[in-house]
């Protein structure tokens, strides 16, 4: 400081003290304008944080900076926000459904239509392909699937999406609980063709942060089940059935 003196003069000090006020009163007054958007804009469900587009888009560019600097404080503690990680976040405003960001240490902000998420980053995540067998039970990271063979006669269907129920006789080869694949088709219950497991994944509205652990359970000849989603209408149960592959996902 008597450096600086030497060459500013003796009110130096005063001045700088003045101007540190000046400058947190002015971070106040932002921090006012910052708090009411950023409880608009964030989403919190669960453990998975995010924003809302529609919020941020309303907003300048100056002031989306500090909503997303605030929000990525408190929302994802521990990863305080740089500069560059900022930006990145600001291109996926703008960005197609799917982009992706990294914020770091293994989080990454995902684009969905409506907002941006931030998420554990599951690209490292390996794809699973068990082969199963009824009456045994599998377990994959948090994901437990249940197998069974069943009288027909013993069985009351269930409008639960966690649970499958399949005419038996209808599987051919071998059974596999695999992650689903670009490029994989089956044919929907109730309709005549095939689809694309991705475009059923899309219109049922499963969020692309998710879309990595989807899993399906297939036969030598294809898709039996989308678990949690959609059966194949070449296995539903009929009239003739006479045992019944069960299947439990929780």
Sequence with gaps: ??????????????????SAGLLREAR????????????EATIVDGTTAGLRLD??????????????????????????????????????VDAETGSRA???????????RDTIL????????????VAIVPGATYVVGSRTLRVDMVPASEIRLSPDPSEAYLDADTVRGDLAWRTWQDGDRFRPLGLDGTALVSDMLTNARIPHSRRSLQTVVCDREGILWIVGLRISDLHKVSSTTTRILRLAIA
């Design 102 to 112: 990294s914020i770091g240490r293994n989080l990454v902000a995902l684009r969905e």
């Design 1 to 18: 400081m008597p450096a600086v003196r030497s060459v500013l003069g003796t009110d130096v000090t005063t001045a700088m003290a003045r």
């Design 118 to 129: 931030f998420v554990e980053d599951d690209t490292a995540g390996r794809p699973i392909h």
């Design 55 to 92: 919020v941020l888009r309303r907003c300048s560019t100056a002031l989306r900076v500090e909503v997303l600097r605030y929000v990525l404080r408190r929302v994802v503690p521990g990863h305080p926000p740089d500069r560059d990680g900022t930006e990145r976040i600001m291109t996926l």
């Design 28 to 39: 106040s007054i932002v921090m006012d304008a910052v708090q009411p958007i950023a409880r």
